[in-house]
């Protein structure tokens, strides 16, 4: 029996192929477990305004989009402050849509290594933190990894659009067109393994 969201891919990839796209594969996006979706996050930083944004993306072990976000956070100490907000926003998108099982990718070594130790934090974040943890415990399986930014290049795309558009927007179903071809990307990756 043949999978039909590889054929969907399949489809797409052949489909921008034709047309001369190009195709750069990404080897470091990690899919889920069985029974898991996964969750992307980034934040990007503008310093001389004091301003963050974050990205978020879930994908099911096929790598097919579910859901992403990305939002704008006007006031913001430092880049470790807006890589836990981004946490803090995937894990709230993740609990929205009813999700149980996840892991989560995030870029930021401080976050991962925060969360893995209980949360704690004697930073600008703490009190983020103290929130990401709440929502922690409310899934039935979660965990988290430190990854390169490579891995996770959707989430840092709309980080980086909500750091230029100043806004908040949750894409259900249908993804945003800045980032199809980065799913494309991370699909062909999956589809040559």
């Known amino acids: 029996m043949?999978?039909?969201?590889?054929?969907?891919?399949?489809?797409?990839?052949?489909?921008?192929?034709?047309?001369?796209?190009?195709?750069?594969?990404?080897?470091?996006?990690k899919k889920p477990s069985e029974g898991f979706l996964m969750i992307n996050v980034d934040a990007s930083y503008n310093e001389a305004k004091g301003a963050g944004s974050t990205g978020t993306v879930i994908r099911?072990?096929?790598g097919g989009f579910i859901v992403a976000?990305?939002?704008?956070?006007?006031?913001?100490?430092?880049?470790?402050?807006?890589?836990?907000?981004?946490?803090?926003?995937?894990?709230?998108?993740?609990?929205?849509?009813?999700?149980?099982?996840?892991?989560?990718?995030?870029?930021?070594?401080?976050?991962?290594?925060?969360?893995?130790?209980?949360?704690?934090s004697?930073?600008?974040?703490?009190?983020?933190?103290?929130e990401c943890c709440q929502y922690w415990e409310e899934f039935a399986a979660i965990?988290?990894?430190?990854?390169?930014?490579?891995?996770?290049?959707?989430?840092?795309?709309?980080a980086g659009l909500a750091l230029v558009e100043k806004s908040f927007f949750v894409w259900i179903d249908d993804p945003p067109s800045s980032i199809l071809k980065l799913l494309v990307n991370d699909a062909a990756t999956l589809l040559n393994q």
């Not at 907000?85 to 609990?95: E, M, S």
């Not at 965990?143 to 709309?158: A, K, M, T, V």
């Open 2 to 29: 043949e999978n039909p969201e590889k054929d969907l891919y399949s489809t797409l990839l052949c489909s921008l192929l034709t047309k001369g796209t190009e195709i750069v594969l990404n080897g470091n996006w």
């Open 122 to 130: 004697a930073t600008a974040a703490a009190a983020i933190y103290k």
């Open 60 to 62: 099911d072990a096929a």
């Open 143 to 158: 965990s988290i990894s430190h990854c390169n930014r490579e891995c996770i290049p959707i989430s840092h795309e709309l």
């Open 69 to 120: 976000a990305h939002n704008y956070i006007p006031h913001v100490v430092d880049t470790p402050m807006a890589e836990a907000f981004a946490l803090r926003d995937g894990l709230l998108l993740a609990q929205q849509i009813g999700c149980t099982r996840v892991e989560i990718q995030a870029d930021c070594l401080e976050v991962a290594t925060t969360m893995k130790e209980g949360g704690f």
